[in-house]
């Protein structure tokens, strides 16, 4: 038996516990992803499980599931312009490469 049940906060305190854990989420993981210096502070993985975890710890309402809807959008634009860089990137190696051999050639 856990001696430590899965208890979730209800009612009016869980709907603040969670609106400030999101709109503090909001704030960090949009500047988190920024690549203001170089790259992310605190990859998606870890922007991933903050989600989870408010998912789990909550009885979120709608307009709160929305927001965390959102986030992971977010998060999975990040990763998609990610791949995108870095098969931009991959290219231009394969070209420059490949103008390199025929240079020499």
Same mark, same amino acid.
């Given at each position: 038996m856990d001696p430590l049940? &899965?208890?979730k906060p209800q009612g009016a305190? #869980?709907?603040l516990l969670a609106d400030q854990d999101l709109t503090h989420l909001e704030l960090v993981l949009r500047r988190s992803l +920024?690549? &203001?210096l170089g790259g992310p502070l605190l990859p998606p993985s870890y922007w991933r499980e903050r989600l +989870? #975890?408010?998912m789990r710890q909550s009885h979120l309402s709608h307009t709160?599931?929305?927001?965390v809807h959102r986030l992971y959008l977010h998060i999975d634009a990040f990763e998609a312009a990610g791949r995108a860089? &870095? /098969? /931009?990137?991959r290219r231009e190696r /394969?070209? +420059?490469a490949a103008a390199a051999r025929a240079q020499s050639a």
């Open positions: 049940p &899965d208890i305190f #869980s709907a +920024a690549c &203001d +989870a #975890s408010i709160q599931i929305q927001t860089r &870095d /098969e /931009e990137l /394969e070209q +420059a």
